[in-house]
């Protein structure tokens, strides 16, 4: 098999947005979302109904995590047992109380990627220096992303009803094409600012595959081409949402290289990527009613230097 070719030669002249918004920038093309895109967004809503995309924390089925990530822990503290002993502090009048903590990736289940989550070449988003990353993120971490939120109108494509599946299969790819011939068959357009979300039903294809899935691992997703990537810069599309762990293809089978569009989309035109959000509750309504637009909401936690954080978007038709 021949060698993957080095990112930075793939990418060479590929299109770039540093330096778009100013050479201090850290949220990239969710600049996109002004004032404007929020009603737009909102303009979306027909009938007040609400879905949130948010992976359950703790599944008991488990969590589909990228390798060498491990699924959230959950840790019981305190609890009604607590009180039997010394160990717990005691306050007066007899309170008793439920404490716990979680223990997990901050990558490792529904999530924001901070825009400086990726490099090639030695830079990150809008040029910073890949020395900023050590011990946590000073350039382009979630800080930035958790303040502003992110709010505009969003179009739903499910790309697996499109394909006639249940889900997509393994390494199966799609390209911008796929994506509007799918909003075709919807009776939707994308329009310039949308928020993308991706449907592939990736969580039954991890879970009816359970282990066997880590054997060639291989996600469902966009493929990169120069196109797509051009078409991304030209939509000026802010945030792409979808249900697997990596948003893309998680190696190209063209060229071989794993990622190419976190750099191609995150590092290179700042567009923010959302991750293993459930999306089944949303699918199965806009396939109901045809309504595949909504208001789509979310902000991430505020994790200071941090590289991503969890969520729990809410889309509103
Ligand atoms: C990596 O980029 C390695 O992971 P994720 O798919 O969570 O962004």
């Given at each position: 098999?021949?060698?993957?070719?080095?990112l930075?030669?793939?990418?060479?002249?590929?299109?770039?947005?540093?330096?778009?918004?100013?050479?201090?920038d850290?949220?990239?093309?969710?600049?996109?979302?002004?004032?404007?895109?929020?009603?737009?967004?909102?303009?979306?809503?027909?009938?007040?109904?609400?879905?949130?995309?948010?992976?359950?924390?703790?599944?008991?089925?488990?969590?589909?995590?990228?390798?060498?990530?491990?699924?959230?822990?959950?840790?019981?503290?305190?609890?009604?047992?607590?009180w039997?002993g010394?160990?717990?502090?005691?306050?007066?009048?007899?309170?008793?109380?439920?404490?716990?903590?979680?223990?997990?990736?901050?990558?490792?289940?529904?999530?924001?990627d901070?825009?400086?989550?990726?490099?090639?070449?030695?830079?990150?988003?809008?040029?910073?220096?890949?020395?900023?990353?050590?011990?946590?993120?000073?350039?382009?971490?979630?800080?930035?992303?958790?303040?502003?939120?992110?709010?505009?109108?969003?179009?739903?494509?499910?790309?697996?009803?499109?394909?006639?599946?249940?889900?997509?299969?393994?390494?199966?790819?799609?390209?911008?094409?796929?994506?509007?011939?799918?909003?075709?068959?919807?009776?939707?357009?994308?329009?310039?600012?949308?928020?993308?979300?991706?449907?592939?039903?990736?969580?039954?294809?991890?879970?009816?595959?359970?282990?066997?899935?880590?054997?060639?691992?291989?996600?469902?997703?966009?493929?990169?081409?120069?196109?797509?990537?051009?078409?991304?810069?030209?939509?000026?599309?802010?945030?792409?949402?979808?249900?697997?762990?990596?948003?893309?293809?998680?190696?190209?089978?063209?060229?071989?290289?794993?990622?190419?569009l976190?750099?191609?989309?995150?590092?290179?035109?700042?567009?923010?990527?959302?991750?293993?959000?459930?999306?089944?509750?949303?699918?199965?309504?806009?396939a109901?009613?045809?309504?595949?637009?909504?208001?789509?909401?979310?902000?991430?936690?505020?994790?200071?230097?941090?590289?991503?954080?969890?969520?729990?978007?809410?889309?509103?038709?």
């Amino acid at each position: 098999m021949t060698e993957a070719p080095y990112l930075g030669e793939l990418l060479r002249d590929a299109p770039s947005n540093w330096g778009k918004w100013g050479e201090s920038d850290e949220v990239g093309s969710l600049n996109y979302l002004d004032a404007g895109q929020v009603l737009r967004g909102v303009g979306t809503i027909k009938q007040g109904s609400v879905f949130t995309l948010q992976r359950l924390i703790g599944d008991p089925k488990g969590d589909p995590v990228w390798p060498g990530r491990s699924p959230a822990e959950r840790t019981q503290i305190f609890d009604e047992s607590s009180w039997d002993g010394d160990d717990a502090p005691n306050f007066p009048g007899g309170l008793h109380y439920a404490d716990d903590k979680i223990d997990a990736f901050l990558q490792g289940s529904t999530q924001y990627d901070a825009l400086g989550h990726v490099w090639y070449d030695g830079a990150l988003w809008n040029g910073y220096s890949a020395d900023t990353t050590v011990g946590g993120l000073e350039k382009a971490s979630v800080e930035p992303i958790a303040d502003r939120g992110v709010v505009g109108r969003a179009v739903l494509l499910d790309m697996a009803k499109f394909r006639g599946k249940e889900n997509l299969d393994k390494a199966e790819t799609f390209t911008h094409h796929d994506l509007l011939a799918c909003a075709e068959a919807q009776g939707v357009t994308i329009e310039k600012r949308d928020i993308l979300v991706i449907r592939t039903n990736f969580l039954k294809l991890f879970f009816d595959q359970g282990e066997a899935f880590y054997e060639g691992f291989c996600e469902p997703g966009l493929i990169y081409s120069p196109e797509l990537v051009q078409w991304f810069q030209d939509m000026e599309i802010p945030n792409l949402v979808t249900d697997t762990i990596a948003n893309e293809v998680t190696t190209d089978p063209e060229n071989g290289v794993a990622l190419v569009l976190h750099n191609a989309l995150m590092r290179n035109l700042g567009v923010v990527f959302t991750e293993i959000c459930d999306l089944e509750k949303l699918a199965a309504d806009c396939a109901s009613d045809g309504q595949y637009t909504f208001l789509y909401v979310a902000a991430p936690l505020k994790v200071a230097k941090a590289s991503g954080s969890p969520v729990n978007p809410v889309a509103i038709k």
